[in-house]
Nanobody, 120 residues
Framework: QVQLVASGGGLVQAGGSLSLSCAASGCTINTCGGMGWFRQAPGKERELVAAISWSGSGTWYADSVKGRFTASRDSAKNTMYLQMNSLKPEDTALYYC????????????WGQGTQVTVSS
């Protein structure tokens, strides 16, 4: 059974940094594929901000975070990370990690959200 647990959110001033973690128990090359970080701000739709392939060699970023956020994976720890630098108030949102089912591109597995609040 795949279980994702996100952590690392908090309150930071604009221009600061935060690092999120997503521990993925039960994820193997046979059960999970690519992983991603989504966020949802109040009154807005959930959006994908970063994605990373199973191997970690491929990444994708939304234009709004490109150059500021970096996704990475530690296969040994079965954990995905999101390093967020130069944070802006508009980055404030509930951040979720998710994983695709192996062989598909649909995000099937979801972790609980972790709140990121950036003050101006």
């Amino acid at each position: 059974q795949v279980q994702l647990v996100a952590s690392g959110g908090g309150l930071v001033q604009a221009g600061g940094s935060l690092s999120l973690s997503c521990a993925a128990s039960g994820c193997t090359i046979n059960t999970c594929g690519g992983m991603g970080w989504f966020r949802q701000a109040p009154g807005k739709e959930r959006e994908l901000v970063a994605a990373i392939s199973w191997s970690g060699s491929g990444t994708w970023y939304a234009d709004s975070v490109k150059g500021r956020f970096t996704a990475s994976r530690d296969s040994a720890k079965n954990t995905m990370y999101l390093q967020m630098n130069s944070l802006k108030p508009e980055d404030t949102a509930l951040y979720y990690c998710a994983a695709t089912r192996a062989g598909t591109v649909e995000f099937t597995y979801w972790g609980q959200g972790t709140q990121v609040t950036v003050s101006s």
